[in-house]
């Protein structure tokens, strides 16, 4: 199994791509296999991109990052996501996208600045919207929240990876496996091995 969004618990893991919404969190996922930085909006301060541009160089992807409708100041974390991805873009690294309520302009922006390799954690959305970011060349990632969408029949016919958005460890790897089973069951499909073969080509 592969968790395609997780964050880091008392250790790393080997088997899930360890993400960060801090850039403060640089040298503690340094020894992570698969690992990304990033920054979102919560707390209103300004990140320091420079740890994200030393990030990208060092072997990380970059996320989370996005835009997020609960915090204000929607401008500044369009500069922020704009920002980083570019950083995702120059180095060749997957981008990590956090939305909350705000999967249109992520669109928008995702299109208006080529970006063609990124990952959507966590995603709740419209089957529609889920497409429109799959022909752009993103993956749309699920975690046990999307079940209780009104949109979630319609998601799971489409290409999906799996995640937990937990800390790494037995918890997580439990949540993980009965989160694929219960995919699998739905959809006659070995969810693990596709979640696991998608994401090792997307990371490189």
Same mark, same amino acid.
Request: some cysteine; hydrophobic content about 40%.
């Given at each position: 199994?592969?968790? !395609?969004?997780?964050?880091?618990?008392?250790?790393?893991?080997?088997?899930?791509?360890?993400?960060? +919404? +801090?850039?403060?969190?640089?040298?503690?996922? *340094?020894?992570?296999?698969?690992?990304?930085?990033?920054?979102?909006?919560? #707390?209103?301060?300004?990140?320091?991109?420079?740890?994200?541009?030393?990030?990208? /160089?060092?072997?990380?992807?970059?996320?989370? =990052?996005?835009?997020?409708?609960? @915090?204000?100041?929607?401008?500044? %974390?369009?500069?922020?996501?704009?920002? !980083?991805?570019?950083?995702?873009?120059?180095?060749?690294?997957?981008?990590?996208?956090? $939305?909350?309520?705000?999967? %249109?302009?992520?669109?928008?922006?995702?299109?208006?600045?080529?970006?063609?390799?990124? *990952?959507?954690?966590? @995603?709740?959305? /419209?089957?529609? %919207?889920? +497409?429109? &970011?799959?022909?752009?060349?993103?993956?749309? +990632?699920? $975690?046990?929240?999307?079940?209780?969408?009104?949109?979630?029949?319609?998601?799971?016919?489409?290409? &999906?990876?799996?995640?937990?958005?937990?800390?790494?460890?037995?918890?997580?790897?439990?949540? *993980?496996?009965?989160?694929?089973?219960?995919? /699998?069951?739905?959809? #006659?499909?070995? =969810? !693990?091995?596709?979640?696991?073969?998608?994401?090792?080509?997307?990371?490189?």
């Amino acid at each position: 199994m592969f968790d !395609a969004h997780a964050h880091k618990g008392d250790e790393c893991s080997a088997t899930a791509l360890v993400c960060s +919404s +801090s850039e403060r969190e640089y040298e503690a996922l *340094l020894d992570c296999p698969f690992r990304a930085l990033g920054t979102i909006p919560e #707390g209103g301060t300004d990140p320091d991109m420079a740890v994200l541009e030393k990030a990208a /160089s060092t072997g990380f992807h970059i996320g989370e =990052i996005g835009l997020d409708r609960r @915090y204000d100041g929607i401008p500044r %974390q369009e500069e922020i996501f704009r920002t !980083a991805l570019e950083i995702a873009r120059r180095y060749d690294r997957l981008a990590v996208i956090h $939305s909350v309520r705000m999967n %249109q302009r992520v669109l928008e922006i995702i299109r208006e600045m080529g970006i063609h390799r990124f *990952l959507m954690h966590g @995603y709740t959305g /419209s089957a529609e %919207q889920a +497409s429109a &970011f799959i022909r752009e060349g993103g993956i749309i +990632s699920l $975690s046990p929240r999307a079940e209780r969408t009104r949109h979630f029949k319609a998601l799971i016919t489409l290409p &999906f990876v799996t995640e937990t958005d937990m800390r790494t460890g037995k918890e997580e790897e439990a949540a *993980l496996l009965a989160w694929n089973e219960r995919l /699998s069951a739905l959809t #006659g499909i070995d =969810i !693990a091995e596709r979640t696991e073969r998608m994401m090792k080509e997307a990371l490189g």
